[in-house]
């Protein structure tokens, strides 16, 4: 399979669940500045909406949102446990986080990057955004992992969205649940694999 993701972007996600799983995968390169890929492909020529992640299967058929794509992935390797079991009530705990991260911690980012948004609407935001960790901060308290002792899909996801404060100026120190939670996932070496790949490590 191949997964298309632009460095550091939300597609780390569905990147670190691939190495999670040890499922053989080519991953491509789609900044999505400039939405070339490494050969001079127009990105849009094979996902016309342009974003990433976007995952192309060996048959060809395709997924191109974060949170299908690393369930997808999650459940062709079921004795890894990156997802509960499909029908039970703790596999919509999972897609309950999924969501959360997706629309009040991932979506509460966009500003930031590349938007025209003013400086009153950004402080407005950071306070959304500070609120919202600060609510999973507390959901850590005793927890190794979102979900308790197990590593999730939903993990790789946090831990990819919460990187992006730093580089926006969100101060997390505070936050000492989700500092020591952000240092415990990436240390897993498939965090460190994926984040090498996309050359964000050395």
């Known amino acids: 399979m191949k997964l298309y993701y632009s460095p550091g972007a939300c597609s780390l ?8 799983a040890g499922l053989a995968h080519e991953a491509i ?15 849009y020529t ?9 995952l192309v ?6 997924l191109r949102e974060g ?19 499909a029908g039970s009530f703790e596999r919509y705990q999972l897609q309950e986080w999924l969501t959360f991260i ?4 991932h979506k509460n980012f966009s500003p930031f990057f590349g938007s025209k948004a003013n400086d009153d609407y950004k402080a407005s935001v950071k306070e959304r955004l500070l609120s919202r960790l600060a609510f999973v901060d507390q959901q850590l308290a005793g927890k190794d992992y979102l979900m308790g002792a197990q590593f999730t899909v939903a993990d790789a996801y946090l831990f990819t969205v919460s990187g992006w404060a730093k580089p926006v100026g969100l101060d997390l120190s505070h936050l000492q649940n989700l500092m020591a939670y952000r240092k415990r996932v990436g240390e897993r070496p498939a965090v460190v694999a994926a984040m090498k790949a996309e050359g964000l490590l050395k």
């Open 57 to 62: 299967l060996d048959d060809g058929r395709t």
């Open 67 to 85: 949170p299908a794509i690393v369930q997808y992935l999650a459940d062709q390797v079921p004795e890894k446990h990156l997802a509960p079991a």
């Open 102 to 105: 997706g629309t009040e911690v």
């Open 46 to 54: 094979i996902n016309p909406l342009g974003y990433v992640p976007f």
């Open 29 to 43: 390169a789609a900044p999505t500045k400039t939405h070339k890929l490494p050969d001079g492909t127009d990105y």
């Open 13 to 20: 996600s569905p990147h670190i669940v691939l190495h999670e």
